[in-house]
């Protein structure tokens, strides 16, 4: 991996980047010059990652495991135009209940229900849950076997796609060109493994300043 000097984050050259699954009536309708980032889980990034969660862990072959009631991990720095999430995930118990979450806040609690500046993404046991800020959508989707997962963050809405049971979507404005953007990644389960095979984050830029924690 190459790093910047002056940086810890890996140098990673502009793209065009546009969704790789089948187009949804959310799709943008101009492609945008972006940069990736991506974590293949062989082991805990440091460049990618503030800190290992305590349910955290990795098998060395690939996954990330995350056992626990919100266990959590967030990216280092927040991202400007933060557009595109993708990941590969394997669902082999009724309730691993595997857990994205995007939001300004620099700390972050995970929960059911809709929260101010954040949107959740996940599986709460055999149903499928997008949480916004002030509204919600659910789809039955139980299947034990490993999903390719897509995010897409617009300025005004949101859609969680996946390769089995299709495309979650409502409106929101977490994804406005203003907001910097963390990521969350884990899961939010009692007892059992949630396995995370990779996550890819695309985006516009870093922000010059880090937000605060919380908004007035």
């Given at each position: 991996?190459?790093?910047?000097?002056?940086?810890?984050?890996?140098?990673?050259?502009?793209?065009?980047?546009?969704?790789?699954?089948?187009?949804?009536?959310?799709?943008?309708?101009?492609?945008?010059?972006?940069?990736?980032?991506?974590?293949?889980?062989?082991?805990?990034?440091?460049?990618?990652?503030?800190?290992?969660?305590?349910?955290?862990?990795?098998?060395?072959?690939?996954?990330?495991?995350?056992?626990?009631?919100?266990?959590?991990?967030?990216?280092?720095?927040?991202?400007?135009?933060?557009?595109?999430?993708?990941?590969?995930?394997?669902?082999?118990?009724?309730c691993d209940?595997?857990?994205?979450?995007?939001?300004?806040?620099?700390?972050?609690?995970?929960?059911?229900?809709?929260?101010?500046?954040?949107?959740?993404?996940?599986?709460?046991?055999?149903?499928?849950?997008?949480?916004?800020?002030?509204?919600?959508?659910?789809?039955?989707?139980?299947?034990?076997?490993?999903?390719?997962?897509?995010?897409?963050?617009?300025?005004?809405?949101?859609?969680f796609e996946?390769?089995?049971?299709?495309?979650?979507?409502?409106?929101?404005?977490?994804?406005?060109?203003?907001?910097?953007?963390?990521?969350?990644?884990?899961?939010?389960?009692?007892?059992?493994?949630?396995?995370?095979?990779?996550?890819?984050?695309?985006?516009?830029?870093?922000?010059?300043?880090?937000?605060?924690?919380?908004?007035?």
């Amino acid at each position: 991996m190459t790093y910047l000097s002056n940086d810890i984050w890996p140098t990673i050259e502009p793209t065009q980047t546009q969704p790789s699954l089948q187009p949804s009536t959310f799709l943008p309708t101009e492609i945008i010059n972006s940069i990736t980032i991506t974590d293949d889980f062989n082991g805990f990034d440091n460049t990618i990652w503030e800190s290992q969660c305590s349910g955290c862990s990795y098998s060395g072959d690939g996954w990330l495991i995350v056992t626990g009631d919100d266990m959590l991990q967030k990216t280092l720095k927040p991202m400007l135009g933060l557009s595109i999430i993708t990941g590969v995930l394997k669902k082999d118990e009724n309730c691993d209940d595997h857990a994205i979450a995007v939001t300004p806040f620099s700390t972050f609690t995970w929960s059911l229900g809709s929260a101010n500046h954040a949107v959740k993404f996940g599986w709460n046991c055999r149903e499928k849950i997008l949480l916004g800020s002030d509204s919600t959508s659910r789809s039955m989707c139980g299947r034990d076997t490993t999903y390719s997962i897509e995010i897409s963050i617009y300025e005004t809405s949101v859609s969680f796609e996946d390769d089995y049971c299709g495309t979650l979507s409502l409106d929101d404005e977490i994804g406005s060109l203003s907001t910097s953007l963390y990521v969350y990644i884990g899961a939010d389960n009692d007892s059992n493994d949630a396995y995370w095979n990779q996550i890819s984050m695309t985006f516009n830029s870093f922000p010059e300043d880090v937000l605060p924690s919380s908004f007035p």
